[in-house]
Structures are given as structure tokens and as C-alpha cells.
């Protein structure tokens, strides 16, 4: 039935005969829910992609830098870095020249050897017998080997801690020729320098004006002293 109201002009209807209910939902999960599409699972597929490669790459830099160390046998090494030599030292009566081996580090040319070998006689012997380098004797620069002849330059100290005498001169000058000569093969002589520059006597009687030759006959013959 319709109704006019006197104030708006209009009609309405009565609501309780000809209004209906407002249709509801049947629940909240009646909601249509939206669906991923295809770009979303590509991007997704992407960055899993990415991630992996990522960590891949990781785990090769990782295991590259923690390789393990090859193991050296040092004392194989050791072994061959050494080399045994002949040291010649005086005996108490100053007459004859006694051997003592000595292991020293092999330097890899015979010029470095010879080094080697005059600074271990600089040190002096470790079994008893005399030194015959005079004590705060240094050994300046290298020593050089060529056609048979060893170039040897002692400090000032040589001459002038010597103490002289004959068989002093002799014992100090050829315990460094029989030491070079039996520690080197090939060696047959020395040229002594002092201070860079060549000396007519060590201390008066011994001429070291030119190469010293080997003298085997100032050996004493017995058995090599090694400490």
C-alpha cells in the first residue's frame, strides 16, 4: 500500500509487506580469494635460483681457500740443505793440522761453500783442538773460487791479534788452504787478502804475496775428529 507523505511528496511503501531482506553472505570464506599468476611464480622461481647459485658459489670460494696444506718432509729437505765439510785446526805442539767433519748449510755454489766453510773456522774447533784464527777475525765480503784459486779477505784482526811465530803463521794460513782444499773439490790454492788488499807476510814469515798451494804433508794422519 503506498503512502504519501505530506512533507517530501513522495511515496513510499510500507516496508513490512513489500521490502525484502538484504541477501547476506553464507560466511566469510564465501570470499572469492585471488589467485597467484604467473609473473609472481616466476619471480619466485628467480630469486630460489639466485639464492642457490649464490650459495654455490660460496661453497666453491670456501673450499678453495681451506685446501689442505701438502705436507713437506722437512727432515727429506733438512737432509739435503746440509753438507758435510773438513775443517782443519791445530794441535797442541802447533805442528801438524787435525781434521774435524762438520755439517753446514749447502748454499748451492761452491763460492757460498767456501764462505761457509772459512766461517766455520773462524768459530774454531769443538773437540779439543787449537783454534787458528785469531780471536775478532771477520770475513769481509764474498769469498770467490776460479780456475782452482779461493779469494779470501780477512778483517784487519788477522794480522794484528796474530800472535807470530813460524809455526803459527803456518798452522793459521793452511788450516784455511787444506780446509777449502779438502772440503772443495778442485781447489788447489788460496789468495789471502787483508782489509781488500793483498799482504807480503801474515806476521813476518809466512809470504802470502802470492796464492797459497796446498801442503798435504802438514796433515797429521789419523782418524777425522767429528763432534
Known sequence: MAVVDPYMG?????????????????GRGSRRRSVPGWGTWFALWA?????LAAGWLGYRWWKQGHQPTPQVDLTRETAQARK??????SDEQAEF????????????????????????LIRGPRSGLQPTIP?????LGQVSCSQGTCTVDFSEEFVTRHPGGTSGEIMT???????????????????????GKPRE?????????????????????EPSQRP
Do not use: I
Not at 630469486?47 to 639464492?51: D, G, I, K, S
Not at 758435510?84 to 785446526?89: A, E, G, P, S
Not at 807476510?201 to 794422519?221: E, I, M
Open 173 to 195: 794460513v793452511y788450516s784455511v788452504v787444506e780446509s777449502l782444499r779438502a772440503s772443495l773439490p778442485g781447489v788447489k790454492a788460496v789468495q789471502f787478502l787483508v782489509e
Open 97 to 120: 793440522l787435525v781434521t774435524e767433519t762438520r755439517e753446514v748449510a749447502d748454499r748451492g755454489s761452491p763460492s757460498a761453500l767456501a764462505q761457509a766453510v772459512v766461517e766455520e
Open 10 to 26: 513522495r511515496r513510499h511503501y510500507n516496508s513490512s509487506r513489500t521490502s525484502r531482506p538484504k541477501s547476506r553472505g553464507v
Open 47 to 51: 630469486c630460489c635460483a639466485v639464492l
Open 84 to 89: 758435510v765439510v773438513t775443517l782443519c785446526f
Open 201 to 221: 807476510t801474515l806476521a813476518g814469515h809466512l809470504s802470502l804475496a802470492f796464492p797459497v798451494t796446498s801442503d798435504p804433508s802438514l796433515l797429521r794422519r
Open 135 to 139: 780471536p775478532g777475525t771477520r770475513l
